[in-house]
Nanobody
Framework: VQLQASGGGLVQAGDSLRLSCVAS????????IGWFRQAPGKEREFVAG????????TKVDSLKDRFTISRDITKNTVYLQMTTLKPEDTAVYYC???????????????????WGQGTQVTVSS
């Protein structure tokens, strides 16, 4: 499956953005999809994940009140809704997919076989 992430941009603190991750080549059925982000000089970190079959989500405690992951089966798309954005949310955001991942691995970047190209999110203060 090929992934295309989009929806990033330059926003002000307190604004919202919705990122999209579209699959091409096949559906997301049977996949776990994760959103990660990477700020300059920092390691890639897990933001949220969703199991396509059933829609079970995994969230990071520090972000769960502001970031929501969801899916639209009809559009073969996974979304990351981000609210009350802060300057520290500035990063390149990536979506990733895996057909082999288990629950305990969902937050580990190396567990994913497919990655999108990333979309830049910049939050100004």
């Amino acid at each position: 499956v090929q992934l295309q992430a989009s929806g990033g941009g330059l926003v002000q603190a307190g604004d919202s953005l919705r990122l999209s991750c579209v699959a091409s080549g096949r559906t997301f059925r049977g996949y776990n999809i994760g959103w990660f982000r990477q700020a300059p000089g920092k390691e890639r970190e897990f933001v949220a994940g969703i199991k396509w079959n059933g829609g079970t989500t995994t969230k990071v405690d520090s972000l769960k009140d502001r970031f929501t992951i969801s899916r639209d089966i009809t559009k073969n798309t996974v979304y990351l809704q981000m609210t009350t954005l802060k300057p520290e949310d500035t990063a390149v955001y990536y979506c990733a997919a895996s057909s082999r991942i288990i629950s305990s691995q969902i937050g580990i970047p190396s567990s994913y076989e497919q990655w999108g190209q990333g979309t830049q999110v910049t939050v100004s203060s």
